[in-house]
């Protein structure tokens, strides 16, 4: 059972301190919908915003003798209130208000005491003394700004942008980013700044400027300043060269592209929903990624975009929207002007564009990483080619957090394909068809065809299917032709997925968190494996999926599904297909049977799990009833990753190889027949050998499936 009281978590979250530091100035604040990943008030299904205007605190108390910090006050009724040591921004917990108003937290043995506590609730904050605090309370001796240094690039285009850096450092040898909260200026004005970001404008030649920023923090007051030359724009060169003189993100786009936009706002890619007839288990008819929730990293819609701040307290891009079309905003059924120019459309048609998570008046949005691109912003967006395989690689070979963690037949290697690794997306010059995504998966309207098992929409109703190229009798062997209607062109043709890579199997929750050498942030604890054996099940085209909210009740094998094929042997047109099948150790509400969301970014910062499951209940509305752990599993296809004809399965890998289970898969024979032994029905056996009696039967005597097993023949 997890603890319904949470200890602190340290909530290390870049800007945050800075933001708040404006909001009291009356600056900007981040909205509800695009909070950070951590703590506060963020969006979560729908997104809830509450005036709280009676929020205060009216006890704020340290019992040393019982070890115990008590904190009361008054909020909206049903409003949950975050409560923090004022100094540091530890999370101490969250409270929620009584029908009359009242909230109250107790937590034991926090360290350390804090000197005052802030209470958040519905974008409001107040801030009180804690009565009775030690003298070594969190925030005694409370660090003082000591200097400000300004870093960015040496050069930008005129036309192009430039993210330049404020770091603040303070008396106790810290330091943080307050680009959101410092007050930018350049000088000469041949350029705007703001939050950091300069965006150049037009020169006859170079121009030098001075680049400053000026924080004030409790009363002291830095300015620090860097160079920045702005350069007289080279010859510009790609399909859009000399279409536009400035590029103003997607408005640009939108001036000629206006119907494509709208196709693509309207596309699964975008809206991350969609027509979702063959998902069972759903209680409406649009579904997808958001509203939904998985195995891997648990609830996109309430971990949207932010800023992570790793152990090493470098700033990380963090949020699902990272591989989402869009720049920050989330998507809404209507193409409304702000909708369509919150398109980021390069991400998919620039081969050389960056982007990085900024705040921008007062929410996290994605802006152009002009220090990690090799060009200009504006040459980038004047490069405009056609997506090709590595564009898709870029998102989907990351899915679940890394490379090949979550499909396990999509990695990074296949940018590099040989024969061996992929027939089909090797080039021809290395013995491959030469394939790209888009060979297989058609594109019409910037909807894309494919849906395999475990995605709940469909984006067109093309499907993929190897008969699109292959015919259905594709041997010059009859024995194998005979299998093509009870079994997928991929049980025969992928051997083995994660060949390179290593891919995800399982995620342990329950377990200690363990820190990524690569990111310097938390994980869950994963079981990872390469050269992995599918698994085998009927599949008849439509999946059953668990939807958020619903009472989570265990299957025969004891797991909860998340998501897995339906079919069976019986059912008309169904095949055995090749799968993945992972298994998760998550958290559970104990009263509800629900399955629990996260607040991702605490436990990514933090290894806190109890902090990221109370957060996440509270942004989502639900009681806090603490939680426990409950398995999951969900069944994933695979179809890439397709090895050479002479590598494909033998006849005896299946029958006799200890491959496939036969007897699951519904293929045991009857055990009698005209009430005597089934064999001895007819006759006495002569030989027991499978082939022999096999083909006896069925091609000799024409007898159907059904005269031996429980189904009948498959119909091509």
């Known amino acids: 059972m997890g603890r319904r009281g949470i200890s602190a978590a340290w909530v290390l979250l870049a800007l945050a301190t800075a933001v708040g530091s404006a909001g009291a100035a009356g600056g900007n604040a981040p909205s509800n919908e695009d909070a950070a990943l951590l703590g506060g008030s963020t969006g979560g299904v729908t997104p809830r915003v509450h005036p709280a ?6 006890k704020a108390k340290w019992d040393g003798e019982k070890a115990t910090l008590e904190v009361e006050g008054k909020a909206r009724p049903g409003a949950a209130v975050t409560v923090a040591s004022a100094a540091s921004g530890t999370v101490l917990g969250v409270a929620t208000a009584s029908r009359d108003g009242k909230w109250k937290l107790q937590q034991s043995n926090p360290r350390p005491v804090p000197c005052r506590v802030r209470a958040s609730s519905g974008g409001q904050q107040v801030e009180a003394a804690v009565a009775g605090a030690p003298a070594t309370c969190d925030g005694a001796g409370t660090p003082s700004l000591a200097s400000l240094t300004v870093s960015g690039p040496a050069s930008v285009e005129e036309g192009s942008t430039a993210r330049f850096l404020a770091t603040a450092s303070y008396t106790d040898g810290t330091t943080k980013d307050v680009s959101a909260a410092a007050t930018w200026g350049v000088d000469p004005p041949v350029a705007a700044v703001a939050q950091g970001v300069v965006t150049a404008g037009a020169v006859d030649a170079d121009v030098q400027v001075r680049v400053s920023a000026t924080c004030a923090e409790g009363g002291i007051s830095k300015t620090a300043s860097a160079w920045l030359v702005i350069q007289d724009r080279v010859a510009l060169s790609g399909s859009h060269a000399g279409r536009f003189t400035a590029y103003e993100g997607t408005k640009t786009c939108l001036t000629c592209h206006l ?34 929730i998985n195995d891997f990293c648990i609830y996109p819609d309430i971990n949207w975009i932010g800023k992570l701040t790793n152990l090493d307290g470098q700033p990380v891009d963090g949020g699902c929207a990272r591989c989402h079309t869009g720049l920050g905003g989330k998507p809404s059924a209507e193409p409304t002007q702000a909708q369509l120019e919150n398109i980021d459309c390069l991400l998919c048609h620039s081969k050389s564009y960056k982007r990085t998570v900024a705040m921008v008046d007062g929410a996290w949005r994605f802006v152009p990483d002009t220090a990690a691109m090799q060009v200009s912003l504006l040459q980038a967006a004047v490069d405009i080619t056609k997506p090709d395989s590595g564009t898709c690689l870029n998102c989907h070979t990351r ?88 079994v997928s062109c991929t049980v025969c043709h992928i051997p083995e997925f994660a060949k390179v890579a290593p891919t995800d199997l399982r995620r342990d929750y329950s377990a200690p968190a363990e ?27 439509t999946s059953q999926f668990y939807e958020f909210g619903a009472e989570a009740i265990p299957e025969a094998s004891g797991r909860i599904s998340m998501a897995k094929p339906l079919g069976s042997i019986n059912d008309r047109g169904a095949q055995i297909v090749a799968l993945k099948h992972h298994t998760a150790r998550q958290p559970i509400d104990p009263v509800t049977r629900r399955l629990l969301p996260l607040k991702i970014g605490i436990f990514f910062q933090t290894g806190n799990l109890a902090a990221a499951v109370q957060q996440g209940v509270a942004e989502v509305g639900w009681p806090d009833n603490g939680f426990e752990f409950a398995e999951t599993e969900r069944f994933l296809g695979i179809y890439h ?70 189904f009948s023949k498959a119909v091509s």
Request: proline residues 4%.
């Open 53 to 58: 205007p009676n929020l205060a605190i009216t």
């Open 259 to 292: 119907a494509e936009a709208t196709d693509i706002h309207g596309s699964v890619h975008y809206q991350w929903r969609g027509e979702a007839g063959e998902a069972l288990g759903l209680s409406t008819s649009l579904a997808g990624k958001l509203g939904g």
């Open 399 to 486: 899915a679940g957090g890394g490379n090949n963690f979550k499909r396990g037949d999509l990695e990074e290697a296949h940018r590099t394909a040989t024969a061996d690794f992929d027939v089909h997306m090797a080039p021809r010059s290395a013995g491959g068809a030469g394939l790209s995504c888009l060979s297989c998966h058609v594109n019409v309207g910037h909807r894309i065809a494919g849906r395999g098992v475990d995605m709940r929409e469909r984006d067109l109703p093309d499907r993929v299917a190897c008969t699109n190229c292959h015919a259905k009798a594709p041997h010059g062997n009859s024995k194998l032709n005979d299998h093509t209607a009870r």
């Open 515 to 541: 820190v990524v050498a690569a990111t310097r942030l938390y994980e869950p604890h994963m079981l990872m494996a390469s050269h992995v054996r599918p698994v085998y099940r009927f599949f008849n085209g």
């Open 641 to 710: 990753e397709v090895a050479p004809a002479q590598q494909a399965l033998a006849c005896t890998s299946c029958h006799g190889g200890g491959r496939m289970d036969f007897a699951a898969l519904g293929y045991a024979p009857l055990t009698t027949r005209n009430g005597k032994p089934l064999c001895a029905s007819c006759h006495s056996a002569k030989t027991a050998d499978f082939y022999k009696i096999h083909d006896k039967h069925v091609r000799d005597k024409h007898y159907d499936c059904s005269t031996c097993h429980t």
